[in-house]
């Protein structure tokens, strides 16, 4: 009773939350971006939010328990290098030239960035963008069911319903402005569920005479192959390509207020996956001393580690605001998936684009529910893990979006033939080496290939086919140039 009471009094916020900022949307650009009003501290914590997800604290966390520090380590500090550098060279350009070309979103941006006048840049990422990210939305889903199964004891059908409702409440009420305020709050709320959680079980463990090596010695352990390192650490190459990451980027209040964000965002990703790890490991000495609920044996999930530690370690009066921290970071990724796929379906598809700003505003909401449908049937006939299946979507948008968003924005003789057979290359070779490819004894990443492929492509495409328009050239070195300026002024 007590923890239903905790969850609804958290839903009402975020629902209030919602109500609120509909009542400031007034187009679909307020309702896709926020009408680019947000400052530093909203805009980094709700990307660090948006991006973690149920990952940070149910799959991180679980694989660690599962496989030592080896995946924990190379993946955080793939993450925490990619972070870094998208936040450093895309954020600023990215910020500067959507504005100057009056881009709201990704497809849109690239159309405009090479004077595309066909239309198939825009389809073609369009089309990446609802395939990839419905099945990232779908993992969001999951990781909800799994809380709310474990919470409450209820059907994995009934929780997923209950998580999918959730999502979609405030998203379709509040767009853009809700997804990043409500994000704000699920940020902190899971960096605070991390320190707590980590404290308290650092501290049951102190006195206890535990030993975490002598349990498993393999776990602290975290040497591996240059492959399988190479492979982890690629993760972070997924950064450059995240729509709803970029969405943050677009809508930050100034491209002068990057700095700020970036300085703000990397800590608090820094501290949460440092804390998660960590969890990991602690959770494998607490097994030892009083076996966790649902972790291992016969129908045991791994990635159920953190829940269940905090149901051990915490009095239920606190447990449940520590365990609204696992709905706050199912919430604040796919929040964000609805709403990068619901502007690629107003946005970027030309069935809508001569309806007005009010009607595209309603369009979106209609849209954030039937995508929310459609991945709550993906997730309810998904056997895969949540880790799996945001690898999956992580790698897709990593390979197809990321080598074109970086020679798109930093070098000028990218064309619009090479980012289009960058993209294709990306995508087919995610989708190859998922299904066909792997080698004995090594974690073979799909984005590590996938990238260099896609990377390599766009450069020997771009060389053999005509330099872009001279439209496309100004505007270029005028993105260029305001980036400078604003770098100069802000240091």
């Given at each position: 009773m007590i923890l239903t009471i905790q969850f609804g009094l958290y839903l009402l916020l975020m629902l209030g939350i919602g109500y609120y900022s509909m009542r400031r949307t007034k187009n679909n650009e307020d309702f896709i971006i926020g009408g680019r009003t947000l400052g530093p501290v909203t805009t980094a914590i709700s990307a660090g939010a948006s991006d973690m997800s149920s990952w940070l604290l149910m799959g991180l966390p679980g694989a660690v328990f599962a496989s030592g520090l080896v995946e924990g380590v190379w993946i955080s500090l793939g993450l925490i290098i990619g972070a870094y550098a998208n936040w450093s060279i895309v954020a600023p350009r990215l910020r500067t030239y959507t504005e100057q070309v009056n881009a709201l979103t990704l497809p849109t941006f690239l159309a405009r960035r090479f004077d595309d006048n066909t239309g198939i840049l825009?389809?073609?990422?369009?089309?990446v963008i609802l395939i990839f990210f419905t099945l990232y939305v779908a993992s969001g889903l999951k990781g909800g069911t799994l809380l709310f199964a474990h919470s409450f004891g209820a059907s994995e059908q009934t929780a997923l319903l209950i998580t999918t409702l959730v999502v979609v409440s405030y998203t379709f009420l509040g767009g853009y402005l809700a997804v990043c305020w409500t994000d704000l709050i699920q940020g902190l709320l899971m960096l605070a569920a991390l320190v707590a959680c980590s404290l308290l079980a650092l501290f049951t463990l102190s006195g206890s005479g535990i030993n975490i090596s002598a349990v498993r010695p393999e776990a602290l352990q975290f040497k591996t192959s240059w492959l399988t390192g190479a492979s982890l650490m690629a993760w972070g190459l997924g950064y450059f390509g995240q729509p709803h990451i970029l969405a943050r980027f677009i809508g930050i209040k100034g491209v002068r207020d990057v700095a700020s964000a970036r300085r703000i965002g990397m800590g608090w990703m820094?501290?949460?996956l440092v804390l998660a790890v960590e969890i990991g490991l602690l959770a494998i000495g607490y097994d030892a001393l009083a076996p966790l609920d649902g972790i291992t044996g016969s129908g045991g999930n791994s990635e159920r580690v953190f829940l269940a530690l905090v149901s051990a370690l915490f009095h239920p009066l606190?447990?449940?605001?520590?365990?609204?921290?696992?709905l706050a970071a199912v919430m604040s990724t796919a929040d964000s998936q609805l709403l990068v796929l619901t502007s690629a379906l107003t946005e970027d598809l030309p069935f809508f684009s001569r309806l007005t700003g009010k009607q595209r505003?309603?369009?979106s909401r209609i849209g954030v529910v039937a995508f929310a449908l459609l991945a709550y049937y993906l997730a309810s006939d998904s056997n895969d893990t949540i880790l799996m299946m945001v690898a999956y979507a992580w790698g897709g948008f990593g390979a197809t979006f990321g080598p074109v968003m970086i020679l798109s924005l930093i070098w000028r003789k990218t064309t619009k033939y090479g980012a289009l057979a960058g993209m294709v290359?990306?995508?087919?070779?995610i989708f190859i080496v998922k299904n066909y490819i792997s080698i004995e004894g090594e974690y073979l990443y799909e984005l590590l290939p996938g990238f260099i492929i896609a990377f390599m492509t766009i450069i020997f495409v771009s060389a053999l086919t005509d330099m872009p328009s001279e439209k496309a050239l100004k505007e270029?070195?005028?993105?260029?140039?305001?980036?400078k300026e604003s770098g100069k002024s802000s240091a």
């Open positions: 825009k389809t073609v990422s369009t089309l820094i501290l949460c606190v447990a449940g605001f520590v365990l609204a921290a696992v505003a309603w369009i290359a990306g995508a087919a070779t270029f070195d005028a993105a260029k140039r305001q980036v």
